[in-house]
């Protein structure tokens, strides 16, 4: 059972371990978007950003909702921004990264 959780742990871990992933879910903190928009904002084709939200989705970071021929991406799990936070702060301890 527990290593089964340090699994899952480490799926969440492997979806946030790419710089795409990462912008992905930054932008989709503030706003719902579906991947014409977010295929510009990574500067990736379709396939590539589609294949980055299914891996999203699949480690339970995302939703989506269809609207109309459109599939709008969300936040499952906001919590996943405390990543960002932490991640800087660790930066920040080894090198001098001005304060954002």
Do not use: W
């Amino acid at each position: 059972m527990v290593l089964n959780l340090y699994k899952m742990k480490a799926q969440v871990a492997k979806a946030l371990s790419h710089e795409s992933r990462l912008i992905i879910i930054d932008a989709l903190k503030e706003k719902d978007m579906c991947v014409h928009d977010l295929t510009k904002l990574v500067g990736a084709d379709q396939s590539t950003v589609s294949k980055h939200l299914s891996v999203l989705k699949g480690a339970g970071i995302l939703e989506d909702r269809k609207e109309s021929n459109k599939v709008y991406y969300h936040l499952k799990t906001p919590c996943v921004i405390n990543f960002f936070d932490c991640a800087l702060e660790v930066i920040r301890s080894r090198s001098t990264l001005p304060t954002v």
